[in-house]
C-alpha cells in the first residue's frame, strides 16, 4: 500500500466525504464540504503511482546500498543477522573471529544488575586489533617495494600523536610497532614527555621525531631525550631553532640529531594541501636550508644534520604527485649529502589516505586513487631512482602515517532518540477532526479552499499545489490576526500537506535526532566539512523505510549532520519502533565510522595545548589606567594528559628511573658551566619534574617563570602597578 494511503471503509466514512462508486479504499479521505462537490479519482490515480516499499530486503543490499564493501573493507561488513559486523585481523579474519557491533551495544548498556556493564551511549569502540593490522600492513606495504626495487636500506615509521593521543592508542602502537622500530612524532611538549615515556618501553631503534615550533622549553627537553639514549631527531621547522638547538646541545653537553622540514614546490591542491608548495604554513626554503648547513658547519655540528623531512598535505589523493614531491625531496636529500651533511633518513611525512567514501578516486578529498601497496611502491621508486641517478647511498624511509593507521580502528556509536518530519499533523489528525475545523473557517479561506478541491478535481497539479500554498499562507496570516484557531490552523496544515505528499511536493526527510554533541564527536564535520560513513549498526536486514538528517543535543544550529558520503543530502534509515524492532526494544543505534584520527583529540585537546589562561582586568586610576584583579592560567602539560588517561606521576617515575639509569655517570663529571650545566641527576628530574607543570604553550624567554599553573590569582591596584613600574624599570636597562 502506498505510503500515504489511509484506508476508509466507505459504510463506515464520516458524513460529508465523497467516495468514487466502487472504491472503498483512498489514499485519503477529502472532506466535501457544502457547496464542494469533489471526485477524488484524480487524486486516487497519483497516489497510485507512488513507490510501493514493500518487496524482498537482504544484509547484501544494505551493505550495497550504505556501501559498506566499499570504504570499510576489509575490516567490516554486514553479518546474517543485518547488523555491523567488524573483522580485526582484515581478511585473515575468519567468520568466528568476527565481532558483532550490536552485541557489544547489549553488553556495555545493558545495567549491571542484567550482567551488563551499565555504560551510558554515545560510545567509543576502539579495536586494538584491526590497530596491529593496519601497521602490519603498512609495513608489510613497504618491505614488499623495498625488496621488489633492490632498495638498499629500510622502511620505519612513526606515528604522529597529534592523530589521537589516547594512552592505551599510543602504547598499543608502541607496541605492535616494536618488531618494526616504529617510533613517535611530537609536535608540541606534552606530547614529546608522552612520546619519550612510551618510548622507554619501545624498541630502541625506533626514532622519536620532533615537529612543531619550538622554545627554548622544548629544544631542552628534546636533548634531554638524546640524553635518555632515544632515537631523538630536532626537525627544525623555522631557521631560528638552529641558533636555540646549537646553544643549548652546547650547554647541556648533548650532540643532536637534527633534520629539517623543506617546504618543496610541489603542492598539493585540495582542501589538505595548505600547508604545501612554498608559501606553506611550515618549513624551510632552500636558501634556508643553505644557512642552516653553514651555521651548523661553523659549529663544528654538520654531522648532526641526519634527517630531511616534508610534507605534501594530508589525503594525498594520487601516487602522481606523490611521486613528484618524493623525487624532489630526493634531490635535496642528495645535495645535502654532496654538502658534508651526514645525511641518513628522509622522512615523507603524513599523506597517506584512506577512502572515506569507497569511491577510490583522486578527484575527491573524501577518497584516493591508491591502497598501501601503491603508495609504497611510489615513494621507494622515486627516492631509489634519484639517490641512484646521484649515486647517493640509499636512505632510511620513514613515514609519518597518522590518518591511515588509526582512522579504522575507532568506532563512534550513538542512538537516535526520536524523529520527526513536517507531515506530523496529517498522522495525527482524523478525517473527521479535519472536516469539522475546515467548516469553520473564514470565508476568505473557504474560497481557497474551493479553488483548491477544484483544481485537485481537474487534475492541474501545478495550480493544485498553488492554492495549497496560497490558504496555508492566507490562513497563517489570520492566525496572526487571531481570526481562527490553533486547531484550524492544523486542519489546513494536514490537508495542505496531504495534497503535497499526493503530488510529489513534500519533503519526505525527517529528522533524527540523536544522542550526540557534534561538536564534541564530529568536529571535523562541522569545522571543515569532513564526511564520514555512517551506517545504522542492525536492522539492516530489513528495508529502510525512511530518510533522514541527524541533529544533535545541542541547541546550536550547525549541530546537525545533513551531508554524507556519496552527495547524498539525506541518510536512509528505518522507522524507529516503540514495539522493540529488532529485538532492541524500540533502540535504533547508528555508528560512524572511519573517525579514529583527529576527531576525538580535536574534540578533546587537539595537540594537547588545552585552552588559554584568562585574565580579568579592571579600569584603574594608576599610571597604567588598568588593573589585573584575577588570572586564572591554563591546563599545565598534566592536566591535559590527565585527560586523555594518562598519570603524569607515573610517567615521570619512568622518566627518572630512565634518568638514574642513563646520567649516572654525568655525576661525577666536571660542571664548568656551572648552573647552566645539566649533568646531574637531581637537576634532570627536578627539570622533567618542571615541564609537567608548566603549561603547553611555547613560553617566551622573558616569562620562563610563569604562575606554573597556580588556579588564581588575585591582586589590587597597588600591587599591580608596583609589579608594573618594576617590570617597565627592567625594560629600560
Known sequence: MPALACCVDAAHAPPGYAFPAGDSSLPFPVPCLPGVPLSTTSIHAAAAASENSSGHWSPSLSAALYKIDAWGAPYFSVNSSGNVSARPYGTDTLPHQEIDLLKIVKRVSDPKWAGGLGLQLPLIVRLPDVLKNRLESLQSAFDFAIQSQAYEAH???????????????????????????????????????????????????ALLICNGFKDVE??????????????TVIVLEQEEEIDLVIEMSKKMSVRPVVGVRAKLRTKHSGHFGSTSGEKGKFGLTTTQILRVVKKLEQAGMLDCFQLLHFHIGSQIPSTALLSDGASEAAQIY?????????????????????????????????????????????????????????????????????????????????????????????ASMTSYEMQYYLSR????????????????????????????????????????????????????????????????????????HVNLSLFTSIPDFWGIGQLFPIVPIHRLDQRPSARGILSDLTCDSDGKIDKFIGGESSLPLHEIEGGGAGGNGGKYYLGMFLGGAYEEALGGIHNLFGGPSVVRVSQSDGPYSFSVTQA??????????????YEPELMFETLKHRVEEYCHHDEDSDDSDGDHRMGSIATVASCLA???????????????????????????DDDYNAAADTSAGEDEK
Open 690 to 716: 618542571s615541564y609537567f607543570h608548566n603549561m603547553p604553550y611555547l613560553v617566551a624567554p622573558c616569562s620562563a617563570t610563569g604562575m606554573n599553573n597556580s588556579d588564581f590569582y588575585y591582586c589590587n
Open 155 to 205: 622502511y620505519q615509521g612513526v606515528y604522529p600523536v597529534k592523530c589521537n593521543q589516547d594512552r592505551f592508542v599510543v602504547e598499543d602502537i608502541v607496541r605492535f610497532g616494536s618488531p618494526f622500530r616504529f617510533g613517535l612524532e611530537a609536535g608540541s611538549k606534552p606530547e614529546l614527555l608522552l612520546a619519550m615515556n612510551c618510548l622507554c618501553k619501545g624498541n630502541p631503534e
Open 334 to 426: 642528495c645535495e645535502l649529502v654532496r654538502l658534508g651533511a651526514r645525511m641518513q633518513v628522509i622522512d615523507i611525512g603524513g599523506g597517506l589516505g584512506i577512502d572515506y567514501d569507497g569511491s577510490k578516486s583522486g578527484d575527491s578529498d573524501l577518497s584516493v586513487a591508491y591502497g598501501l601497496e601503491e603508495y609504497a611502491l611510489a615513494v621507494v621508486q622515486a627516492v631509489k631512482f634519484v639517490c641512484d641517478r646521484k649515486n647517493v647511498k640509499h636512505p632510511v624511509i620513514c613515514s609519518e602515517s597518522g590518518r591511515a593507521i588509526v582512522s579504522h580502528h575507532s568506532i563512534l556509536i550513538f542512538e537516535a532518540m526520536s524523529s520527526s518530519s513536517t507531515s506530523a499533523s496529517a
Open 632 to 645: 586564572v592560567s591554563g591546563p599545565s602539560c598534566g592536566d591535559v594528559l590527565r585527560v586523555m588517561q
Open 218 to 231: 622544548y629544544i631542552s627537553l628534546a636533548l634531554i631525550a638524546r640524553k635518555l639514549s632515544l632515537k
Open 441 to 512: 473557517l473564514t470565508e476568505d479561506a473557504l474560497a481557497d479552499y474551493r479553488n483548491l478541491t477544484a483544481s485537485a478535481i481537474r487534475g492541474e497539479h501545478e495550480a493544485c499545489l498553488l492554492y495549497a500554498d496560497q490558504l496555508k499562507q492566507s490562513c497563517v496570516d489570520q492566525f496572526k490576526e487571531g481570526n481562527i484557531g490553533m486547531e484550524q490552523l492544523a486542519a489546513v496544515d494536514a490537508l495542505c500537506e496531504l495534497f503535497y505528499k499526493t503530488f510529489g511536493a513534500s519533503d519526505p526527510v525527517r529528522t533524527y
